[in-house]
């Protein structure tokens, strides 16, 4: 009876792939990071990786939970935002992929209507307050927090590189307490909340770093958890809230 939770990816040239037979140049791959179903399956669900053609409604009606995963920044023609600058050091991988951002905002308004779980990590943060209607800034200054670290993930657990203050009550703060230190990979923000979403945490800073829809099992967090080592709540939080849906719907 474990539940069903759906990972989303993005879709990458072969070209990209080192050591790929180039007579496979002209395909395309689907990316997604191992830690995220790793983490998941340590907090006791079943993961599913979902490619650009599971976007419409049906996919929502058949898992149990969505989860949003980082990558490129969002199209600024959705939210509003200036022409997007040339990004020198992610090549085709962190290229602008409208297609992804219309599956992604699709499966977050499709999980909503029907009021499956979602969590939002990074860009999937960001991704989650635009389908929502909310904006973002386009390019975070630099107010004494590094926000777009370049430190490398290592083996154990990633640098810490900033604290997170939590409001009192809300489901960022059940989960994490009043503050805690997170990991930081991210030039972008959520700027204005969309419909229903409120700001749980922010850096020092003011930078926004958890968004949650209240009354509702939807979350949003800037940082990595999946880069940590140790099991972060928000993995075990989404299997809790998706093991009704399971169970629910007599799966």
């Known amino acids: 009876m474990k539940p069903l939770i759906a990972i989303t990816g993005r879709r990458i040239s072969a070209t990209t792939l080192v050591g790929v037979d180039g007579r496979w140049a002209a395909c395309r791959a689907d990316m997604f990071w191992a830690e995220f179903g790793m983490k998941?399956?340590?907090?006791?669900?079943?993961?599913?990786?979902?490619?650009?053609?599971s976007a419409g409604p049906e996919v929502m009606s058949r898992v149990d939970a969505l989860v949003l995963t980082g990558g490129q920044d969002v199209d600024p023609e959705l939210w509003g935002g200036p022409p997007p600058t040339p990004n020198s050091t992610g090549g085709e991988v962190l290229t602008i992929d409208r297609?992804?951002?219309?599956?992604?905002?699709?499966?977050?308004?499709?999980?909503?209507?029907?009021?499956?779980?979602?969590?939002?990590?990074?860009?999937?943060?960001?991704?989650?307050?635009?389908?929502?209607?909310?904006?973002?800034?386009?390019?975070l200054p630099d107010q004494g927090i590094e926000h777009y670290s370049l430190a490398a993930v290592p083996d154990r657990r990633p640098d810490r590189e900033h604290r997170v203050d939590f409001d009192a009550g809300t489901l960022a703060a059940k989960l994490y307490g009043p503050r805690s230190a997170v990991n930081?990979?991210?030039?972008?923000?959520?700027?204005?909340?969309?419909?229903?979403?409120?700001?749980?945490?922010?850096?020092?800073?003011?930078?926004?770093?958890?968004?949650?829809?209240?009354?509702?099992?939807?979350?949003?967090?800037q940082w990595h958890p999946e880069a940590i080592v140790d099991l972060d709540p928000c993995f075990p939080w989404l299997v809790e809230q998706a093991l009704p849906q399971r169970l629910g719907d007599g799966k």
Do not use: M
């Not at 905002?105 to 307050?129: E, F, S």
């Open 40 to 53: 998941i399956a340590e907090a006791g669900g079943i993961p599913v990786l979902l490619p650009y053609e």
């Open 184 to 221: 930081s990979w991210h030039h972008q923000a959520v700027d204005r909340p969309g419909e229903g979403l409120v700001v749980s945490g922010r850096a020092p800073d003011g930078v926004v770093e958890a968004i949650e829809l209240p009354g509702r099992p939807v979350l949003g967090l």
């Open 99 to 139: 297609r992804r951002d219309d599956y992604e905002i699709a499966l977050v308004r499709h999980a909503i209507a029907r009021g499956k779980p979602i969590l939002g990590i990074c860009r999937g943060h960001q991704v989650l307050n635009v389908a929502l209607g909310g904006t973002l800034i386009p390019d």
